[in-house]
């Protein structure tokens, strides 16, 4: 063997050798010479990273190749991915103070800025709960302990020094003296109409003169025969919302526009616009009782009108625009939905915020009141429902089963249905009694934006959808009755009238 065979392999071999080239399927990147006689390399394990150059990947044969620069960042952005979820994984195990000075103060002592500019209370609370987390994932969990220490230690040391200054915050939120005030009323309002509906489905049980199924067949048969009365233009922009008063004989619109209009009824002649609102309506509502109109917009207000078109009160307080809004049945109190992930109950009278309750991990959207007044029922873009007690205050229910957000939800007047709908297409009928679903409407070929049971005795379900349709379906299967076609763009609202058949004026859409 000669010393030209000896050299590194990058040297250019004569032509006149004659061999017989292989062409390889894909060419090995080159690398330098394996260390010979057990001599050791000439670089730090330091260096070696610094000079390693583009990552590379293992075949099955052995030989490693490159690469490619798309690869690397694609599984960069995926490893940042799992980071963020796991991140987001272990701040919501984590336990964040609810009341915001004792979220400046964890803040101050972890060196934190305790406020950011324009920062609100709940994202100061997210802020520390990312900063926790992130303390968590490093494994600084000393200095979370040290901060928890120090804070116990300073509470001990302010109630060993009789220190006045120190405020101790319970473990729940205390509610006001009008809250309680409304609690009572509200408990003593729901006795009273649920032994009414109770007495009445008693008599017409035991009464031999009452047929329940031939009124249901008669009630189907009237809304299988509905035909379009009037199609007027509400507004220039869009129609969000509508809503007829108690009697039926006005109506109420909303639109994207930011003005909500009333017309009369049947004729559909408008005789009162109402202007106040600086950015979209999202909602309207008639009073159960008064003839007083609520509007929500997305300047994060909600407002109070007489059928004159004055402006009487304002709800202020949400720190998101709204989107839902409902009266309760005795008229004295509004709901309120917003996307600052709360919903609020307001005292009509005097405008005061009663409650400010939080449950949902996303934008809180749906809102509806049961027909006795004991009860209300919230959905959010979180694709869950839950019911909630009044009189108490507790989550009682969390429906869970919509796979997309839930946009829409009302009450049977039976007392015991509770039907939604959303994004998945699909409205759902849920037994209060047995806590769980009982009927899957595959309603629509798009989201459903809202659902209504008739009001009088809940014969029937009426469901719009961005389908460009609304449907009828019978209480007592769930079968469809009739399909309601004529828009030209997305149904966006619905209502029933109230009264009693035959004289029902039965559901105008917008």
Same mark, same amino acid.
């Given at each position: 063997?000669?010393?030209?065979?000896?050299?590194?392999?990058?040297?250019?071999?004569?032509?006149?050798?004659?061999?017989?080239?292989?062409?390889?399927?894909?060419?090995?990147?080159?690398?330098?010479?394996?260390?010979?006689?057990?001599?050791?390399?000439?670089?730090?394990?330091?260096?070696?990273?610094?000079?390693?150059?583009?990552?590379?990947?293992?075949?099955?044969?052995?030989?490693?190749?490159?690469?490619?620069?798309?690869?690397?960042?694609?599984?960069?952005?995926?490893?940042?991915?799992?980071?963020?979820?796991?991140?987001?994984?272990?701040?919501?195990?984590?336990?964040?103070?609810?009341?915001?000075?004792?979220?400046?103060?964890?803040?101050?002592?972890?060196?934190?800025?305790?406020?950011?500019?324009?920062?609100?209370?709940?994202?100061?609370?997210?802020?520390?709960?990312?900063?926790?987390?992130?303390?968590?994932?490093?494994?600084?969990?000393?200095?979370?302990?040290?901060?928890?220490?120090?804070?116990?230690?300073?509470?001990?040391?302010?109630?060993?020094?009789?220190?006045?200054?120190?405020?101790?915050?319970?473990?729940?939120?205390?509610?006001?003296?009008?809250?309680?005030?409304?609690?009572?009323?509200?408990?003593?309002?729901?006795?009273?109409?649920?032994?009414?509906?109770?007495?009445?489905?008693?008599?017409?049980?035991?009464?031999?003169?009452?047929?329940?199924?031939?009124?249901?067949?008669?009630?189907?048969?009237?809304?299988?025969?509905?035909?379009?009365?009037?199609?007027?233009?509400?507004?220039?922009?869009?129609?969000?919302?509508?809503?007829?008063?108690?009697?039926?004989?006005?109506?109420?619109?909303?639109?994207?526009?930011?003005?909500?209009?009333?017309?009369?009824?049947?004729?559909?002649?408008?005789?009162?616009?109402?202007?106040?609102?600086?950015?979209?309506?999202?909602?309207?509502?008639?009073?159960?009782?008064?003839?007083?109109?609520?509007?929500?917009?997305?300047?994060?207000?909600?407002?109070?009108?007489?059928?004159?078109?004055?402006?009487?009160?304002?709800?202020?307080?949400?720190?998101?625009?709204?989107?839902?809004?409902? %009266?309760?049945?005795? &008229?004295? /109190? #509004?709901?309120?939905?917003?996307? +600052?992930? @709360?919903? =609020?109950? $307001? !005292?009509?009278?005097?405008?005061?915020?009663?409650?400010?309750?939080?449950?949902?991990?996303?934008?809180?959207?749906?809102?509806?009141?049961?027909?006795?007044?004991?009860?209300?029922?919230?959905?959010?873009?979180?694709?869950?429902?839950?019911?909630?007690?009044?009189?108490?205050?507790?989550?009682?229910?969390?429906?869970?089963?919509?796979?997309?957000?839930?946009?829409?939800?009302? %009450?049977?007047?039976? &007392?015991? /249905? #509770?039907?939604?709908?959303?994004? +998945?297409? @699909?409205? =759902?009928? $849920? !037994?209060?009694?047995?806590?769980?679903?009982?009927?899957?409407?595959?309603?629509?070929?798009?989201?459903?934006?809202?659902?209504?049971?008739?009001?009088?005795?809940?014969?029937?379900?009426?469901?719009?959808?961005?389908?460009?349709?609304?449907?009828?379906?019978?209480?007592?299967?769930?079968?469809?009755?009739?399909?309601?076609?004529?828009?030209?763009?997305?149904?966006?609202?619905?209502?029933?009238?109230? &009264?009693?058949?035959?004289?029902?004026?039965?559901?105008?859409?917008?």
């Amino acid at each position: 063997m000669t010393m030209e065979e000896d050299k590194p392999s990058t040297t250019v071999a004569e032509p006149s050798v004659a061999a017989v080239p292989i062409a390889p399927v894909r060419p090995p990147v080159p690398r330098p010479p394996a260390p010979q006689n057990g001599e050791a390399r000439a670089s730090t394990s330091d260096s070696d990273s610094d000079s390693a150059g583009p990552p590379r990947a293992t075949g099955v044969s052995g030989a490693e190749y490159e690469i490619s620069e798309e690869s690397r960042v694609v599984r960069e952005r995926q490893e940042k991915a799992i980071q963020e979820l796991l991140m987001k994984r272990r701040a919501s195990a984590l336990a964040v103070p609810t009341n915001d000075m004792a979220v400046r103060a964890r803040l101050r002592r972890l060196g934190e800025p305790i406020t950011l500019f324009g920062e609100r209370e709940m994202e100061r609370r997210d802020r520390l709960r990312m900063i926790m987390a992130r303390l968590d994932s490093q494994g600084e969990l000393e200095k979370l302990l040290k901060v928890h220490e120090e804070e116990e230690a300073a509470a001990s040391a302010a109630l060993e020094d009789g220190d006045d200054q120190m405020v101790q915050y319970p473990f729940y939120t205390e509610g006001s003296k009008a809250l309680m005030n409304a609690r009572i009323d509200i408990a003593k309002y729901s006795i009273k109409r649920a032994a009414s509906r109770l007495e009445r489905a008693r008599r017409k049980k035991d009464d031999p003169d009452e047929d329940m199924d031939a009124e249901l067949d008669w009630a189907l048969r009237q809304a299988s025969s509905l035909e379009l009365d009037c199609s007027e233009i509400g507004d220039d922009r869009p129609l969000s919302g509508c809503s007829f008063s108690h009697d039926g004989k006005l109506l109420a619109t909303c639109a994207i526009s930011g003005v909500a209009k009333l017309w009369s009824m049947p004729e559909a002649k408008k005789f009162a616009t109402l202007k106040g609102h600086t950015e979209r309506l999202t909602d309207v509502q008639f009073s159960p009782v008064h003839n007083l109109v609520a509007t929500a917009s997305a300047d994060r207000t909600a407002k109070l009108w007489n059928t004159e078109g004055s402006q009487l009160v304002t709800f202020k307080g949400h720190l998101d625009r709204l989107a839902r809004i409902a %009266f309760h049945p005795s &008229g004295k /109190y #509004l709901g309120t939905t917003s996307f +600052d992930k @709360t919903w =609020r109950l $307001w !005292d009509v009278e005097t405008s005061e915020e009663l409650l400010l309750q939080e449950g949902h991990s996303r934008s809180v959207y749906g809102i509806a009141f049961h027909p006795d007044g004991s009860l209300v029922a919230s959905s959010g873009l979180d694709a869950l429902a839950r019911v909630w007690d009044l009189r108490t205050g507790r989550s009682i229910l969390a429906l869970e089963g919509h796979v997309k957000k839930v946009l829409a939800l009302s %009450f049977s007047a039976n &007392g015991y /249905y #509770l039907a939604s709908g959303g994004e +998945d297409n @699909t409205c =759902r009928i $849920w !037994d209060l009694r047995k806590k769980k679903s009982i009927y899957i409407i595959p309603a629509h070929s798009n989201l459903i934006s809202q659902v209504k049971f008739e009001p009088q005795e809940g014969y029937f379900l009426v469901t719009a959808s961005y389908d460009l349709t609304t449907k009828i379906w019978s209480a007592r299967d769930f079968k469809p009755v009739r399909t309601l076609s004529g828009h030209e763009a997305k149904v966006t609202s619905l209502d029933i009238a109230g &009264g009693k058949f035959p004289n029902q004026r039965l559901c105008i859409f917008f």
